[in-house]
């Protein structure tokens, strides 16, 4: 079966260099499955999960946003931070998610709401991709 190359790269280095038979993100327009040939592509990605396919394995990253540049035999993803599944400490990420509903709570004129609500989605993607 023909594969892709497929890196996930963050400001802090690479987090995964591997082939995979299908790549699965979700971009700002909608999910998208990229298979090996795909036409050249580039597109912003959404705080989400990438879903790396390979045989009947599934391998999951949460991701926070970024970009993903589509080569007919290769795949970049270039995000602020990536985890895979192993990496993800849930407890911690419970703890983000619960800080982030108790500011978006408070309802005080100081707070980021948008800041806050990103934050909210990223530790719900976390614990998603973590369990």
């Not at 996930?8 to 790549?23: D, I, K, N």
């Not at 795909?38 to 396919?53: F, T």
């Not at 970024?66 to 970049?76: A, C, D, H, I, S």
């Amino acid at each position: 079966m023909r594969t892709l190359e497929v890196s996930v790269v963050t400001p802090g280095g690479p987090v995964l260099e591997e082939s995979f038979e299908m790549v699965v993100c979700k971009a700002e327009t909608g999910e998208i499955g990229i298979l090996p040939g795909h036409i050249p592509l580039v597109s912003p990605l959404q705080i989400s999960a990438v879903r790396l396919k390979k045989g009947n394995d599934t391998k999951y990253l949460a991701i926070s946003g970024g970009f993903m540049e589509v080569q007919p035999e290769k795949v970049t993803i270039l995000a602020q931070s990536a985890e895979t599944a192993s990496d993800i400490d849930v407890q911690r990420a419970n703890q983000a998610k619960e800080r982030a509903e108790r500011r978006l709570q408070a309802k005080q004129d100081n707070i980021d709401k948008t800041r806050a609500e990103l934050a909210l989605k990223r530790a719900i993607n976390r614990l998603d991709v973590g369990k």
